[in-house]
């Protein structure tokens, strides 16, 4: 098995590159070849663009922050930070410098504690500290933060971003939360098997998803993703087949929409994201809603806002990879039990061949009297109050409209360069 497949990616100095992509999907692999603790089987790693696969990691004047925090535990605060200056040069004062990174952290009163003695976040900072001391020409960061607990994380998270600008240190990041990797990359790359999916800047990737992973790995509340028929007669309206209801594309077509088209009896898949939708009756539809309707499933009301889970009479589209849970240590439980398992061996195996990203058709489990989970959520104000069962009718903006091939590319809006157009 591969680990990491064929992947090419480039980091400009200063930049903050992040590698963002579900458990196992290679991202520490990828760091660790980086910093020279993998081998590299096939192809090349250039440092300021130099041949550097076989230079021992020590060479390499990176520093590598990880997710458990392996501050030594006989030292104190002080001599961690210390500790890769010592190496550096053993006869220089450390302190000036110690003392520098210890107030860009904002840990000057630490210094003299032991790791034992402080909390998870300050040995997080620590281990920041270790790394910035000696300011070295990279950072590669693995899950630094993912030990931490939500509000401390978006703290820690805000620091990073502010310190690395400072540093103007090229940061390489790996994370497996989306919204990490949004709020710190300049760029991020998406992998999913081993496979780079797509790198670009967090916007690009929020709006012009390459592939129905990716829309589907951005983003929350998740983007709802439902299988389709388009049918394009001749002559008449185009529309889009969603099972009980039908979306009509709204004449004239833009041409993303003409191009759909080519599309026509095929399955798709068609990708909503919850701005592209409101809970509003067909009499308020502006040039370009479609109405729908949508029957309550559930309601999960977060402060804010409340997210409506509604029953469109749609098929969600399967995407694989990111429906499966992360892997559990062996040993505990039993494995097979319970459904999802052969969805997860689906998955593995569509994993391995790493073409299609979407599952279209999977085998339909007999629906449970009333309750479903809904194919469709819908944001809303947080006091809305919907009974379970209820139907409301809901206006789609076609103008953000996504649908992807039924192997999960997108179609629309269009790819820069159109493969197969031009025959
Ligand atoms: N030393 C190893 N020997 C064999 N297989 C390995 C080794 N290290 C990792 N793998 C496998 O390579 C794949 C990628 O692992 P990697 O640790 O890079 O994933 P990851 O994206 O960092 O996941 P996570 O988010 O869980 O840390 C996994 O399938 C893993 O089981
Ligand atoms: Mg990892």
Redesign the pocket.
Known sequence: ?R?VDNLSLSVEPGQFLVLL?P???????VLRMIAGLEDITEGELLLDGAYANDIPPHERDMAMVFQSFALYPNMTSRENIGFPLRVQDPHADRNPRVETTARMLGIEDLLERYPRQLSGGERQRVAMGRAISRRPSAFLMD?PLSNLDAKLRSYLRAEIAQLTAELGVTTIY?T?DQAEAMSLGHRVAVMRG?VLQQVSTPRELYALPENVFVAAFIGTPRINLLQAVLHAPLGHRMSIDLGRQRLPLPEPLNPDHQLLRIQQGRQIIVGLRSEAVRIAPPSQARPGEIALTGIVQHMEYQGHESLVHLDTGSTPAVVADLESP?PQSPGRGRANTGPGILTRIKDRALAQIAAPVAVLDPPQPPRERSVSAGDFVVRSWPDLRLRTGAQVPLLMDLAHLYVFDHLGRRICPAPADLPGLEV
């Open positions: 098995m680990a992509g458990s196992g999907c290679g991202k520490s692999t899950e790996v497996h081993g992360r």
